[in-house]
């Protein structure tokens, strides 16, 4: 019996991570540009990043607990890991209302513009877009809602982790995912809670897929190691997961890939050992997919406000959909290395008491 919960990089788990950042971007951009296909499930990847994040944060941090490592010090940490990346893509969608005013669009109006920025500084969801057909929950960058409940999660996590035993942990997995199964039956999908009219479902898409990662980070399996090629096989069926058109299949669809599928995914990914140069592409593709995950749309929106002025119908040439997404992978890879990993870095050093400098 080997013991899933080890101090290592899971290079196979970094793979699915960026190819999910990825088709959630495809998602939004096909809307925008032309040579693009469409991934009917994309929203699926959110409960998969879910299930990443409870597994890999137990595996960092579930022995660090201690009376002078608790709470707070966990939420600095995750803050720091979240917050750079958060806070430039709010520049970037505040720089794009600002392009907005000046090429003649129509933004919100300047006291709902206020209040949106305001409430998405402490990264809060904002009560603007109440009442509106379109209701988003974060009006200046839709996918900061899955962040809030990341934050809210992580608490929980961190607030009863002395608590968190083997037998309350299967009681919460097992409560919250009738919960998530119900909100998928009544809804139809598991497409909820980056809205306001299905914000509360939000809490159990959050909480099943995050503490079945802990969960499962804490199990033992005897799975044997697994190889390069394994790696690409399940980069391959996370797309055909993600992109695969159910038609009338859908509640099914969704409730098998969150119940089933991303868990064996999961399971599997963690026993693969990459090796050679592939492992660092697969390490590559996990260190840009929060970055793509939270900076794509800001950027599409300033990139249309632009187009839109000087070159409108740019965006139907066949080529500018396969264009936009590769200079945005490379743009975040740069984006990394240049800003978020020095900032993080000296946030960290900043954090630190002195007694542990």
Same mark, same amino acid.
């Given at each position: ?22 088709? +959630? ?28 994040? @409870?597994? %890999? ?31 430039? =893509? ?23 513009? *206020?209040?949106?920025?305001?409430? =998405? ?22 996918? =900061? ?14 607030? *009863? ?6 037998? %309350? ?16 039956? $009544? ?14 479902? @939000? ?33 391959? +069926? ?27 995914? +999961? ?8 090796? @050679? ?25 300033? =990139? ?18 396969? +264009?936009? $997404?590769?200079?945005?992978?490379? @743009? ?26």
């Amino acid at each position: 019996m080997t013991s899933m919960l080890t101090h290592r990089r899971f290079d196979a788990l970094d793979l699915l991570r960026g190819v999910a950042a990825v088709i +959630v971007m495809f998602v939004h951009m096909n809307e925008h540009y032309a040579g693009l296909f469409s991934p009917e499930n994309g929203y699926l990847a959110v409960d998969l990043f879910f299930l990443l994040s @409870g597994f %890999v944060i137990a595996n960092a941090y579930d022995r660090r607990f201690s009376p002078r490592w608790g709470v707070a010090e966990f939420l600095k940490v995750r803050l720091i890991r979240l917050y750079p990346l958060y806070f430039l =893509a709010l520049i970037l969608a505040a720089l794009k209302l600002l392009v907005q005013i000046r090429v003649g669009a129509s933004p919100p109006p300047l006291r709902d513009m *206020a209040t949106d920025i305001g409430l =998405a500084i402490l990264m809060l969801p904002s009560p603007t877009t109440i009442g509106h057909r379109f209701d988003p929950t974060f009006p200046l960058n839709l996918p =900061a809602w899955s962040l809030f409940f990341e934050l809210v999660v992580n608490l929980a996590y961190a607030s *009863a982790h002395r608590w968190l035993t083997h037998r %309350v942990l299967t009681g919460l997995v097992a409560a919250s995912g009738a919960a998530l199964l119900a909100v998928i039956l $009544v809804h139809g999908s598991d497409a909820v809670g980056n809205l306001w009219h299905t914000f509360g479902s @939000g809490l159990p898409r959050a909480t099943f897929p995050f503490f079945l990662g802990i969960l499962m980070s804490r199990a033992r399996f005897d799975l044997p190691r697994l190889g390069n090629c394994s790696a690409a096989a399940l980069a391959v +069926v996370l797309v055909a997961v993600l992109v695969i058109p159910p038609g009338s299949w859908r509640v099914l669809w969704d409730i098998a890939s969150i119940f089933l599928a991303f868990p064996l995914l +999961v399971a599997l990914g963690a026993a693969v050992e990459v090796k @050679g140069a592939i492992g660092k592409w697969c390490l590559w593709a996990g260190v840009i997919s929060y970055a793509v995950y939270v900076l794509h749309l800001p950027t599409i929106g300033i =990139a249309d406000a632009v187009l839109k002025r000087i070159a409108p119908s740019l965006h139907l040439a066949a080529a500018s959909g396969p +264009v936009f $997404v590769l200079l945005l992978i490379v @743009g975040c890879g740069a984006i990394d290395r240049y800003y978020d990993l020095p900032v993080r870095r000296w946030l960290t050093r900043r954090a630190r008491p002195p007694h542990d400098i």
